[in-house]
């Protein structure tokens, strides 16, 4: 969990994680994965030192009706000291890799437009934003509106 | 005016991409696109995709054994068809999606009622029944996507009580494709 926090404290969002270390297990390793998960390790100095994850990415998979199959990265994040060492490129290119592998169309995520150095870090590699070139906008309902939209309709 | 609303199955794939390529016209990129119930390609002048390489395969996508999305359909009964006939006059695609702060979630990917059903509540009963799948399923939330300029869709969102993130926390969407994700599966 100790990442998440760390992504959720860069993004200045600590107080919204609400999901838990057992939900986490439950929806990524039970019969129903709702999402994938890749990690990067590293060798301590000994070699009797557990590998150290420094690094990881979430994703799972999308739709688009137009044009199939998407991969959806979800969350991706390399620890502060381990970062500009090529983690976060190598950890794109396995899931680029494993996007054309399952015949994904498109890799897809969702960057803050305040997130300077990883807006510059995707559309470097080619990245488009569609928000900005086609007008899309992310809406979301939360649980609340949730439940009053799921109600039997009065009319 | 009555109308049902019902899981889609294979036999829909017709008119799912028929509603599919009049959803494309209402968001004016239907020169971009062309479904059909076996698959999609696009035709696209920006060259971000060469046609007959990105094709959307409806009935393997959507109803083989593992399926990237479901559907919802809403239909009238036959003295309500079309002058064409049609009586699937509405649909919605969604798919499950997760999220790394709250969990679970419910992603409606499209959703679209024919142009003379408006305003009777079609749309409102499908996006009830995508919330109604979704809190089944354990979903905390429903996340989709609307076209700025597409000012009826987001009053009519806004009104049921949703919020733009885009607006709200600077959420962009970005896609990487085509030559772009060849390169990068190279570095």
Same mark, same amino acid.
């Given at each position: 969990m100790? &990442?998440? &926090?760390?992504?959720?404290? @860069? ?6 994680? /609400? ?14 994965p709702? @999402?994938?998960?890749?990690? /990067? ?7 009797? &030192? ?8 979430? @994703?799972?998979? /999308? ?8 991969? @959806? ?20 290119r ?62 | ?17 028929? *509603?599919? *390529? ?8 239907? %020169?971009?696109?062309?479904?059909? $119930?076996?698959? +999609? ?7 971000? !995709?060469? =046609?007959?390489?990105s094709?959307?395969?409806?009935e ?6 593992? =399926? ?5 359909? +809403?239909?009238?009964?036959? $003295? ?8 699937k006059?509405?649909?919605? #695609? ?7 702060w709250?969990?679970r979630?419910?992603? *409606?990917?499209? #959703? ?6 408006r ?7 499908? *996006?009830?029944?995508?919330? $109604?799948?979704? !809190? +089944? ?20 969102? #806004?009104? $049921? ?5 885009? %607006?709200?926390?600077?959420?962009h ?7 772009? !994700?060849?390169? !990068?599966?190279?570095?």
């Open positions: 100790s &990442e998440y &926090e760390e992504l959720a404290k @860069y993004e200045e969002m600590e107080h919204q994680v /609400t999901l838990t270390e057992k939900e986490l297990l439950e929806d990524g390793f039970g019969d129903t709702f @999402y994938h998960c890749i990690i /990067t390790e590293i060798q301590g100095q000994n070699s009797s &030192e557990d590998p150290k994850v420094v690094g990881f990415a979430m @994703y799972y998979f /999308t739709y688009d009706p137009w044009v199939g199959k998407q991969l @959806y990265l979800e969350e991706f994040y390399v620890m502060d000291e381990y970062r500009g060492l090529g983690i976060g490129s190598g950890i794109l396995h899931l680029s890799n494993l996007a054309m592998k399952t015949r994904c169309t498109g890799m897809m995520f969702v960057v803050a437009e305040n997130n300077e150095p990883s807006v510059q870090f995707y559309k470097r590699r080619g990245a488009e934003d569609l928000s900005q070139e086609e007008g899309w906008r992310l809406f979301r309902f939360d649980k609340d509106s949730l439940v009053k939209m799921a109600a039997p309709s009065e009319e | 005016m009555d109308f049902s609303i019902r899981a889609a199955n294979v036999d829909d794939c017709k008119d799912i991409a028929r *509603m599919i *390529m009049e959803l494309a016209e209402y968001e004016k990129v239907s %020169d971009h696109v062309k479904v059909t $119930q076996k698959g +999609a390609s696009c035709s696209s002048s920006d060259s971000r !995709l060469s =046609p007959g390489t094709d959307a395969d409806l393997q996508d959507g109803f083989s054994k593992n =399926p990237f999305f479901h559907g919802i359909i +809403a239909e009238v009964p036959e $003295q309500h068809k079309t002058k064409e006939g049609h009586t006059i509405g649909y919605a #695609l969604y798919f499950y999606a997760y999220s790394s709250s969990g979630a419910i992603y *409606m990917e499209d #959703l679209y009622v024919m142009p003379e059903f305003g009777k509540g079609v749309g409102k009963a499908l *996006m009830s029944k995508v919330a $109604q799948l979704g !809190l +089944a399923a354990g979903c905390h939330q429903l996340n989709f996507a609307v076209l700025d300029w597409n000012k009826p869709s987001m009053d009519f969102y #806004l009104s $049921q009580g949703c919020f733009d993130i885009t %607006d709200t926390m600077g959420y969407c970005l896609r990487c494709e085509g030559e772009a !994700l060849k390169h !990068l599966a190279q570095l």
